[in-house]
Nanobody, 123 residues
Framework: QVQLVESGGGLVQAGGSLRLSCAASGRTFSSYAMGWFRQAPGKEREFVATIRWSGSSTNHADSVKGRFTISRDNAKNMVYLQMNSLRPEDTAVYYC????????????????WGQGTQVTVSS
């Protein structure tokens, strides 16, 4: 089992940057693919980025490609999302999730979730 805790959210002006962190507990963390998703009010949870258990492969949604970067440090049981050039439409609660299979953009493929961290981008 994996427990996840996100942090690093906050209020930032458009064009600014934030770095989200996801701390994982559990000895099997390094065997899971990890993903970041976001959910805005009244909308479904949407895929942002995912990374293979080894960190050797990543995939980012088109809406964030070139602005956001997912990374992980298995020695520290951490996953990160560096967010640059933030836009008001990036405003959402951001969640990290753990999946046995790399590559899925569907929330249903992720077995474990954190509680989320709010990101608000002002115009």
């Amino acid at each position: 089992q994996v427990q996840l805790v996100e942090s690093g959210g906050g209020l930032v002006q458009a064009g600014g940057s934030l770095r989200l962190s996801c701390a994982a507990s559990g000895r099997t963390f390094s065997s899971y693919a990890m993903g970041w998703f976001r959910q805005a009010p009244g909308k479904e949870r949407e895929f942002v980025a995912t990374i293979r258990w080894s960190g050797s492969s990543t995939n980012h949604a088109d809406s964030v490609k070139g602005r956001f970067t997912i990374s992980r440090d298995n020695a520290k049981n951490m996953v990160y999302l560096q967010m640059n050039s933030l836009r008001p439409e990036d405003t959402a609660v951001y969640y990290c999730g753990a999946s046995r299979a790399y590559g899925s953009v569907s929330p249903s493929a992720y077995a474990y979730w954190g509680q989320g961290t709010q990101v608000t981008v002002s115009s």
